[in-house]
């Protein structure tokens, strides 16, 4: 027989054009709708065994040789498997995903190897294999096999239990051992869990299934933020509803990127030690991937909101101080802070008319009150007497309306704001964040009152100051220039003035 017909004979037997068409309309398909390619190996893989086979089948035969059936059945078995891979790889790479339908790899992996064993046994069976004598002879072969492979079996089974009963899925963070993360892939030997540290870590089948795992964030089945505790020791000085208090209000305003609102932060009092307490900040996380990063910010919110309570973190019990702390040092560590805040004062306009021995009244009665970024310095309609002195930092200044807040200012230290509630007792104005660390100090009203008693006429002075202050400010609100809007408020000056007086018992 001529080698051409052969061939064609060879290639009508196994179906050598419908597998071609189906494999290259698969590839067209999947390079050109989805990104999922690596199907396409196995299956080119394939395809050319079933060529070979195809080519070396009709070359036998031509030639009369007796080994063109095993190579035309080993053919047709290639060529069948990659029908299979062809129609499973636009199906799962392309059609399904089109319908926003997943399915998991695995769950597509024995689809597929199920489909492809039911093909080769049929296909073999119609070329006259015996396969009932093929399965006898090797039981013996099966079963020692089996047993060399048993962990590989487990984690097989293992992986198909994972997808059957959907206890952890791609997306979950979970915790094995010492090992914890994100599952990022359950495949047929092992589920790929991604750490916080960019390291993937291939944890077998097997031993999820008969290990203990923590799935995070996860209650009653629905993805919930997960708990963190972050600890700190305060000394026994201070009680423990103070710093509770102190704590839980300063997490409330920071309004932190990662920490839920709800549930809310709270504190809690978890041991109690000769020296200090130990306190646990418990918040709610709600991006895994950021935990010792949120952790660093809930503590920097507690330091600064102990600095400005002035509580301190404890000191341990055995801690053995080596320097004198005679008066002398004291009083030279007063006079230079007392010297720094007076240089401060001198600096803001609102104080220029003060007397030096006023300024250094009101130095005496300033209180350091630090704020880490992103907290709430003062909030919109609070009452409070007292304003701040920003020494160095950036602050925004937030004004809301209908539930939404607008930044309108920037500051920057030294400045000062909250005036209006020092010098008149009006609810504030606007909300002020911190946008950097600051350093910054209140004023009280108690401390300010006892200045403007020795010398009333100053609040005249001051009055002058503040109308000032809030013309230029309406000035860049309304796009107006800072005289034109302080001409349009002649008279509110006495109208402050008289607000001043009366709020500070000046009036006779």
Not at 315 to 338: M, N, W, Y
Not at 391 to 404: K, L, Q, S, T, Y
């Amino acid at each position: 027989m001529a080698f051409w017909d052969a061939l064609g004979q060879e290639g009508a037997e196994g179906r050598t054009l419908w597998v071609l068409a189906v494999f290259l309309v698969s590839v067209t398909l999947v390079r050109a709708f989805s990104t999922q390619r690596s199907r396409l190996k196995s299956l080119t893989f394939l395809v050319i065994v079933h060529l070979v086979c195809w080519l070396i089948a009709a070359a036998s035969r031509a030639l009369g040789g007796e080994i063109h059936h095993d190579f035309h059945v080993t053919g047709s078995v290639a060529g069948g498997i990659a029908v299979v891979g062809s129609i499973a790889a636009v199906l799962f790479s392309v059609a399904l995903p089109r319908v926003r339908l997943e399915t998991p790899r695995i769950l597509q992996d024995v689809i597929v190897a199920g489909a492809a064993l039911v093909t080769a046994v049929t296909v073999a069976s119609r070329a006259g294999v015996n396969l009932s004598g093929l399965i006898a002879t090797s039981a013996v072969f099966t079963a020692v096999l089996g047993f060399s492979l048993q962990d590989v079996i487990g984690n097989v089974a293992g992986g198909l239990a994972l997808q059957v009963d959907n206890s952890i899925g791609v997306g979950d963070w979970i915790k094995v051992g010492d090992v914890q993360g994100k599952v990022t892939e359950i495949r047929w030997r092992h589920t790929a869990v991604e750490t916080r540290n960019w390291e993937t870590v291939l944890v077998p089948n097997s031993v999820l299934m008969k290990s203990q795992v923590q799935v995070l964030g996860r209650h009653g089945g629905v993805p919930k933020p997960w708990r963190r505790w972050v600890t700190f020791n305060v000394d026994w000085r201070y009680p423990p509803t103070d710093v509770i208090d102190c704590v839980v209000a300063a997490l409330k305003n920071a309004r932190l990127e990662r920490v839920a609102g709800d549930p809310a932060p709270n504190v809690v009092l978890t041991e109690l030690s000769e020296s200090f307490g130990r306190y646990a900040v418990r918040y709610w996380l709600t991006d895994m991937q950021s935990t010792d990063a949120t952790d660093s910010e809930v503590r920097t919110v507690i330091y600064f909101a102990l600095q400005r309570a002035g509580m301190r973190l404890s000191i341990p019990a055995h801690a053995v101080f080596v320097t004198e702390e005679s008066a002398d040092r004291a009083e030279g560590k007063t006079r230079l802070q007392l010297e720094r805040r007076v240089r401060l004062l001198d600096r803001l306009d609102l104080f220029k008319d003060l007397k030096p021995e006023e300024k250094l009244q009101l130095a005496r009665g300033l209180r350091h009150t630090p704020f880490a970024h992103g907290e709430v310095m003062t909030r919109q309609g609070a009452e409070a007497h007292w304003l701040y002195v920003l020494e160095e930092g950036e602050a925004a200044v937030r004004v809301g309306e209908g539930g939404v807040e607008k930044e309108v200012a920037r500051l920057t230290g030294p400045t000062f704001f909250g005036e209006m509630s020092l010098m008149t007792g009006e609810p504030r104005a606007a909300t002020v964040v911190a946008v950097t660390d600051t350093e910054c100090f209140r004023l009280e009203k108690s401390t300010f009152r006892e200045v403007l008693k020795e010398r009333p006429a100053l609040a005249e002075q001051i009055a002058e100051v503040l109308t000032r202050r809030r013309a230029e400010l309406l000035a860049v609100r309304e796009g107006v220039t800072a005289a034109a809007k302080l001409k349009q408020m002649r008279g509110s000056e006495t109208a402050l003035l008289e607000k001043i007086r009366g709020f500070f018992g000046l009036i006779d």
